[in-house]
């Protein structure tokens, strides 16, 4: 039923209309201001609990970093008493190295020497080889003499007997002598060849020895190579360890800052959400005052608005059962909610069995209410009760821009979801109609404080959802 103003009967009266009237401007200014402020404090504590989370964040990364610089302070502890274990050890190794190669050096000096001693020796057995040889010569030729000798003595007779006894004598002399060189001869021939193993061992093992000498000659001077670096190591590493200590403390300042800062974020942040809960609960009283003024049958402002969408409910209604009646749409199509990405669209947007109707018939309905204030109406919809919009204002019904989904997000609000707490209240809402003021998401972080007119829906007896008209105070 239309709101009618009271008839004024006297200047008294008529001041007391004008007096309410102004008390709902205000009180649609307040809900308007606290549905801006709460959105602002909104914004500001969801800016908060994002640095929030970012803080906590940060906080487990510097704890860790904490925990890991805690760990390189006692690695590099470690590695500094290693470090100087490994050169205090490679010190003493060092001298002791030093003396192997210098006892070495000692042993291969005396194992050649007896080489040479050897040789020497191998040279004389060859002398004595070839004196041996001679003497045997020499008893060859007195065996010879003798055995001429003793010819001769047969030859005399009696006369040559004294003469073969002294060549029998000689020639067993001789047989004797040639026995003893032939055993001086194998001996020497022993000698001589055990001497010759030896002089080769000997220099095997003089070049041996002098490989092993050079051997660790090169591991001392390799082992003074690692003492140098484990020393340069050790000096860094005590520059390292310095750092770390200073980078540990420097960690635990910022951890404490941190945790400090962190305690006084989420302390503000219990604020503003105090803040943003209190303003909301304003805004609520405000919203409930202006649509009881607006319910209380005084016109206001709203009340050219609250008419039209009051009268035109019915025909919206009208128009879906007589269409369900004729067979252009069916009951389960109106009631669609099986909603259907469009592929490409970014915001995304839907599509149900209902919304070629809606656009045939209630479209033109929608455009006219924005002709009776087109520097007001903002947006005029129906709204099923999941928040879907199946139709629009011709002008937020275009078709969406490739790659801008800011342009999109203003005109292309057909075929959306548009579920906030307002539409939810508004759908929960069993009056004859709702006035409230609130603000409008308009996609990316974007908002504007519109007014809007709520009207329940109702088809074929069953609550579809709401009637919609939004405007600019």
Not at 8 to 23: L, W
Not at 239 to 268: K, M, N, Y
Not at 386 to 394: A, D, E, K, M
């Amino acid at each position: 039923m239309a709101t009618q103003p009271f008839p004024a009967a006297t200047p008294q009266t008529e001041r007391g209309y004008d007096a309410i009237r102004t008390v709902a401007r205000r009180c649609g200014e307040l809900a308007v201001g606290c549905s801006d402020a709460a959105g602002y404090v909104a914004g500001v504590s969801d800016g908060i609990a994002r640095q929030l989370t970012a803080l906590g964040d940060l906080e487990t990364v510097t704890a860790a970093l904490h925990a890991d610089q805690s760990g390189v302070a006692r690695s590099t502890g470690e590695a500094r008493r290693l470090a100087e274990q490994a050169r205090h050890t490679l010190t003493r190794e060092s001298a002791q190295i030093a003396s192997a190669v210098a006892e070495c050096g000692t042993l291969t000096d005396l194992v050649a020497t007896l080489g040479t001693r050897m040789t020497d020796f191998a040279a004389a057995m060859e002398q004595v080889q070839r004196v041996s040889s001679a003497i045997d010569a020499i008893a060859a030729k007195t065996n010879l003499l003798a055995l001429n000798a003793t010819i001769e003595a047969q030859r005399a007779g009696d006369a040559g007997r004294t003469f073969a006894v002294v060549a029998a004598e000689v020639k067993k002399l001789a047989l004797e002598t040639r026995q003893a060189t032939d055993e001086i001869n194998r001996t020497m021939e022993t000698f001589v060849a055990q001497a010759g193993h030896v002089i080769h061992d000997i220099d095997e093992g003089v070049k041996a020895g002098e490989r092993a000498q050079r051997g660790v000659a090169q591991i001392s001077q390799t082992v003074a190579e690692v003492s140098d670096l484990v020393t340069s190591v050790d000096s860094i590493t005590d520059t390292i360890a310095r750092s770390t200590e200073v980078t540990t403390h420097g960690v635990g300042r910022v951890r404490e800052t941190l945790d400090l800062f962190g305690a006084q974020a989420r302390e503000s942040g219990q604020t503003l959400t105090s803040a943003h809960e209190r303003m909301e609960k304003l805004e609520l009283l405000s919203n409930t005052m202006l649509d009881q003024l607006a319910h209380s049958g005084i016109a206001i402002d709203d009340t050219r608005f609250i008419d039209a969408m009051l009268r035109d409910v019915t025909v919206v209604q009208r128009m879906i059962e007589d269409g369900i009646a004729r067979g252009e749409v069916s009951r389960d199509a109106v009631f669609d909610v099986a909603y259907q990405p469009i592929p490409g669209t970014d915001p995304v947007q839907h599509s149900t069995r209902f919304n070629d109707f809606a656009d045939r018939h209630i479209r033109p309905l929608l455009d006219r209410l924005r002709d009776m204030d087109s520097q007001r109406v903002i947006g005029a919809a129906i709204v099923d009760r999941n928040g879907y919009l199946p139709t629009h204002l011709s002008a937020k019904s275009l078709p969406q821009r490739a790659g801008d989904p800011a342009w999109n997000a203003v005109n292309c609000r057909n075929r959306r979801n548009f579920m906030d707490d307002i539409t939810a209240r508004a759908l929960a809402f069993e009056g004859d109609y709702l006035l409230a003021a609130y603000r409008q998401d308009l996609g990316q972080g974007r908002y504007r404080t519109v007014k809007s007119i709520f009207v329940p829906l109702w088809i074929t007896g069953r609550r579809w959802g709401n009637f919609e008209l939004g405007y600019i105070d």
